[in-house]
C-alpha cells in the first residue's frame, strides 16, 4: 500500500513538512476495504498509518501541457510521520525522503493507471488524500523510476570511511534485519544493505514450512553477523490510567534482546525512527535516528566495519 498525497499548490510539498485536509477528502478515492484498516483515526490504525510510503505530488490534467515549463513540479517519495484527527479535518506531518530522487510529472501521469489514480473519475485534478493498495516502491523500482541519492554532507562523510573497509568476499556477510509496520523505512535500510554487498535476512520474506516463528527466527538466524533493529511508531501504549505514548510492536522488543543475547551488543544497532517510547533495559547498543538525508548511514557503516564485516560502501554511495 502506499499514501497518495495530491494537491493543487505548486512546490508545495518542498515547502512544509504539515498538511490539513477536511474529512470528504481525507481516504477519498480509497478503497472501503483499505479504508476501513485506518479507521477510526486513532490508537493502532494511526500507527499502521505511519507504516506506509507515501507519494506527494501535484494535480494534473488528462492531457499534460505540450510546454515542459508548464508541467507540475515533480513528485516526491516519503512519508508520514504523525496525524492529528481533529473534529472538522486531520492534519498529516511528513518527511520527504531527501534519499530518493525527484518524479517527473510527465512520468506520474504515464503510471497513473498502475498507480491507481482514477482519473476518469476527476482523481488527477482533486487535491486529497488517500491509500492505494498498490507496491509504491516497487512499482517505481520495475519502471526505473526510483533513483537512491545522498545528501552531499553525508556523501562526503561515507567517502571519508569507505576507503578503510574491507571489500567484499564472493559469500556475503549476513545482516539480520527485525522490523515493525514502517515499510518505507525497512526499504530504506534494507535496499542500502543489499547495495553494499551484504545479504539482508527478513523474517517475513521467507516460507514457514510449518515452523513456528520462533523456531523460524531460530534457523534464519544462524550464519548471521549482525542485526539491525529499527524501532517504529507502530503500536500506542502506557502505564494503566497514564499518558499513552507510541512503541515499537512487542514482537521487534522482543527480537531485539533475542540478537543481543545471541550475537552481543556490539552487533547489533538499531535505528530508530520519529518519536517513540523505546526498551530501556537494552544500554550499550548503538542508537541511530532514521533521517531523510540519510545520515543512519554513516554510524551503520561505522558499526558494520567495527565487526568485521566486509561490504562496498562506495557502492552505496
Request: glycine share 10%.
Amino acid at each position: 500500500m502506499f499514501h497518495l498525497f495530491m494537491t493543487s499548490v505548486e512546490g508545495y510539498w518542498n515547502e512544509t513538512s504539515e498538511t490539513s485536509l477536511g474529512w470528504d477528502r481525507v481516504f477519498e478515492y480509497t478503497s472501503p476495504d483499505v479504508k476501513e484498516q485506518f479507521l477510526p483515526l486513532q490508537g493502532d490504525s494511526i500507527g499502521r498509518v505511519v507504516g506506509i510510503p507515501a507519494l506527494f505530488t501535484y494535480e494534473f490534467a488528462k492531457r499534460l501541457p505540450a510546454d515542459e515549463g508548464d508541467l507540475p513540479k515533480p513528485s516526491r517519495i516519503g512519508r508520514v510521520t504523525t496525524v492529528h484527527a481533529g473534529p472538522k479535518e486531520v492534519r498529516v506531518e511528513f518527511e520527504i525522503d531527501q534519499t530518493v530522487a525527484p518524479i517527473p510529472a510527465k512520468e506520474i501521469h504515464r503510471i497513473s493507471e498502475r498507480l491507481n489514480i482514477a482519473m476518469s473519475n476527476g482523481e488527477s485534478y482533486r487535491s486529497h488524500w488517500a491509500v492505494k493498495n498498490v507496491d509504491l516502491i516497487g512499482l517505481l523500482k520495475e519502471e526505473g523510476l526510483y533513483t537512491p541519492v545522498n545528501s552531499p554532507k553525508v556523501e562526503e562523510e561515507l567517502l571519508t570511511i569507505a576507503e578503510d573497509i574491507q571489500k567484499p568476499n564472493e559469500k556475503r556477510n549476513k545482516v539480520f534485519i527485525v522490523h515493525g509496520h514502517d515499510e518505507a523505512v525497512l526499504n530504506g535500510v534494507a535496499r542500502w544493505i543489499n547495495k553494499i554487498g551484504l545479504e539482508e535476512v527478513i523474517l517475513n520474506e521467507h516460507a514457514n514450512k510449518g515452523r513456528t516463528v520462533i523456531s523460524k527466527l531460530s534457523e534464519l538466524a544462524e550464519g548471521v553477523e549482525f542485526a539491525v533493529v529499527l524501532l517504529t511508531p507502530d503500536d500506542v501504549g502506557g502505564v494503566k490510567g497514564g499518558e499513552q505514548s507510541y512503541r515499537p510492536r512487542q514482537n521487534v522488543v522482543f527480537e531485539l534482546g533475542y540478537f543481543l543475547a545471541k550475537l552481543g551488543p556490539s552487533r547489533v544497532a538499531v535505528v530508530k525512527s520519529g518519536e517513540l517510547e523505546t526498551p530501556s533495559d537494552f544500554g550499550g547498543v548503538l542508537t541511530v535516528d532514521y533521517d531523510a538525508a540519510g545520515s543512519w548511514k554513516i554510524g551503520l557503516a561505522k558499526e558494520f566495519s567495527a565487526a568485521g564485516l566486509r561490504f562496498d560502501l562506495y557502492a552505496g554511495i
